[in-house]
């Protein structure tokens, strides 16, 4: 399951992270990334509905790879499974989670940014880290280094990524699929901005 999860990664290669402030936004949101090319949204625990948004797009969005981030503990693991997430995105190594997934056959993306974080994740049997925050840690630059190293392993840099620096990120064999907010930003949610939501995800996607 593992290998299936990182090839349908890669191959919608990038990860629209969302974060939303209401329920009513998750099926718009959606809607969009669906018909804008990028089909799979990592919808964040860092706002109250982010369980009930994860259920909505789940049972009501098929076509969407529906998973969970900012997940930083067991019971929020938990939930988002339950409410339908497909997979399970952290900003750090938790062990408890990543143990809990892999014993549940829950894919799951934890991050790490120095040698001895991915160390530890691929002694856990992990092929792909995500680097976050990728700008602040050095970006494309750590990554490379960290790839010559890590052979055969893979990362997905979020945080600072943009339609300025999608492509050259991309171009880097050792990065899997890139992640971010760009294409819905959460002030373009709130303002209810659905058109541009669509132009920057189909850009994203062309890239
Ligand atoms: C995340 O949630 O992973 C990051 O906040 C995304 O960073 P970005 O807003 O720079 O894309």
């Not at 990664?9 to 990028?38: H, N, Q, S, T």
């Not at 490379?144 to 190293?149: E, F, G, P, R, T």
């Amino acid at each position: 399951y593992m290998d299936g999860f990182y090839e349908s990664v890669g191959k919608i290669g990038v990860v629209p992270v969302v974060v939303l402030d209401r329920v009513e936004d998750a099926l718009p949101v959606a809607d969009v990334l669906v018909r804008g090319g990028l089909p799979s949204a990592e919808v964040t625990f860092r706002t109250a509905c982010a369980a009930d948004a994860i259920r909505e797009m789940s049972e009501r969005c098929p076509e969407l790879m529906v998973g969970a981030g900012t997940v930083l503990t067991l019971e929020q693991a938990r939930r988002a499974v339950d409410a339908g997430a497909r997979y399970i995105v952290s900003p750090g190594y938790n062990m408890e989670v990543v143990d809990w997934c892999l014993e549940n056959e829950v894919p799951v993306l934890p991050a790490g940014v120095t040698p001895t974080e991915v160390t530890a994740l691929v002694n856990r049997g992990l092929e792909v880290t995500k680097f976050f925050p990728a700008a602040q840690y050095g970006g494309l630059g750590t990554i490379k280094a960290l790839a010559s190293v890590f052979v055969g392993h893979r990362f997905m840099p979020t945080g600072g990524v943009s339609a300025a620096n999608l492509r050259e990120y991309l171009e880097c064999p050792a990065i899997l699929a890139c992640g971010g907010t760009w294409m819905v930003k959460p002030d373009l949610i709130r303002a209810g901005e659905f058109e541009r939501m669509y132009e920057l995800t189909r850009e994203a996607a062309q890239t």
